[in-house]
């Protein structure tokens, strides 16, 4: 796949972008006060957390899940699957390639069906937003798609993570 920079980003980013507007992510709020109500419940009658534990690290898979339309029962392998895929900084590359590979190779065949189910079955979420989205005739391909969706769960967490745990420092 080529890369995102230069006219290949330029081609796609009017494609992304309305899908990616404010309003659009409105629609989540309430399903965010949930999720974070709930981990904030865990640990509120004892007025103590590990903030990045038990707060930071949980919370954006569910959000970002839901953004995309995964089932609830499937949010763990995406947590699992980008801590597998994340390895690639350990510095152990050759002891960490395999469960590298495999992981990139499970969540591309996720992403791949999802993108399916949502050609057939559109739903109110993010990958039904960029399938539908069209400029001036051009659409994203299936490869283009996974792209994107592999980006959005596999950055999407690791940037909240870090802005929830900076702003409270």
Avoid at 3 to 18: C, D, I, K, V, Y
Avoid at 80 to 103: E, M, P, S, Y
Wanted: a negative charge.
């Amino acid at each position: 796949l080529r890369t995102m920079e230069g006219p290949n980003h330029s081609r796609r980013r009017p494609l992304a972008s309305p899908a990616c507007t404010p309003n659009a992510a409105e629609r989540l709020r309430p399903f965010m006060r949930e999720v974070v109500n709930g981990l904030v419940d865990k640990f509120a009658a004892t007025g103590k957390c590990e903030l990045v534990e038990d707060l930071c690290e949980p919370y954006p898979i569910p959000i970002i899940c839901e953004l995309l339309g995964a089932p609830k029962e499937d949010w763990k392998l995406f947590s699992n699957w980008a801590t597998d895929i994340f390895r690639i900084f350990n510095g152990d590359f050759d002891n960490d390639q395999h469960l590298i590979v495999k992981a990139s190779q499970e969540l591309t065949a996720y992403v791949l069906a999802l993108i399916a189910q949502r050609r057939a079955d559109p739903k109110d979420d993010l990958l039904s937003d960029f399938i539908a989205a069209e400029e001036t005739g051009d659409r994203m391909s299936n490869a283009e798609l996974c792209m994107m969706t592999q980006a959005v769960l596999l950055a999407g967490p690791r940037t909240t993570r870090t802005h929830i745990a900076c702003s409270m420092a």
